[in-house]
């Protein structure tokens, strides 16, 4: 089985510009989350999405948005980068939101310069 | 904001001791894990243990969980230079969501 992939694995964008990460979940799970980690703020929740539908949201700006198909495949967009917005992008998936274990995909490394 | 806090935020180690992390966390929980994560990259359960239990094994992982001090240790045995990673715990809030801790960078000396 697939793990979950996310792309790009990297990404260098300007102040100002826009951006839409990517996730695909394993197979089968449903429930699909974000998360930024940055040293200084250790891992912080975006955002769930389960059956399209956004369950919950952490406590981020509304530049930052996602979405989710009904493949169960998920994307997150960044609107107007700051420089604070360079980290680590990370989605994890799950069958169902009420499952206890995470699956992590590699992250997208985003630098904002 | 961060429920687990780690400790200690660094562990440097010689390869075949004992590598110890605490988590402490504030609220009442249904259950704690905890996850490994390599240099800048995604993170892999590693194991779950819920409040009814106080200890949980898996290979070389001890888990321990007070509730009544709301702290859990994680145990390492006969460190390896694999194990060298970025430890976390994570607890969940009345909405499933993994509240996460700082994390315990662990580095094991061949």
């Known amino acids: 089985k697939a793990g979950v992939t996310q792309t790009p694995r990297y990404l260098i964008k300007t102040r100002g510009q826009q951006v839409t990460l990517s996730c695909s979940p394993i197979?089968?799970?449903?429930?699909v989350s974000w998360y930024q980690q940055t040293p200084g703020q250790g891992l912080q929740f975006l955002f769930e999405?389960?059956?399209?539908?956004?369950?919950n949201k952490g406590n981020f700006p509304g530049r930052f948005s996602g979405r989710q198909f009904s493949n169960s495949r998920s994307e997150m967009n960044v609107s107007t980068l700051e420089l604070g917005d360079s980290a680590l992008y990370l989605c994890?998936?799950?069958?169902?939101?009420?499952?206890?274990?995470?699956?992590f995909g590699q992250g997208t490394r985003l630098t904002v310069v | 904001s961060q429920q687990g806090e780690e400790d200690p935020q660094a562990l440097s180690i010689q390869e075949g001791e004992n590598a110890t992390m605490n988590c402490s966390y504030k609220t009442s929980i249904n259950n704690l894990q905890w996850y490994r994560q390599n240099s800048g990259r995604g993170l892999v359960h590693l194991i779950l243990?819920?409040?009814n239990e106080r200890e949980k094994h898996s290979g070389r992982l001890r888990v321990t969980l007070d509730t009544s001090k709301k702290s859990s240790s994680l145990l390492i045995t006969a460190s390896r230079a694999a194990d060298t990673a970025s430890y976390f715990c994570?607890?969940?809030?009345?909405?499933?969501?993994?509240?996460w801790g700082a994390g315990t960078k662990l580095i094991i000396k061949p």
């Open positions: 999405y389960f059956s399209e539908t956004q369950r």
């Open positions: 994570a607890t969940e809030d009345s909405n499933y969501q993994l509240i």
């Open positions: 197979s089968g799970h449903r429930s």
């Open positions: 243990i819920r409040s």
């Open positions: 994890a998936s799950s069958p169902n939101p009420a499952d206890l274990e995470a699956f």
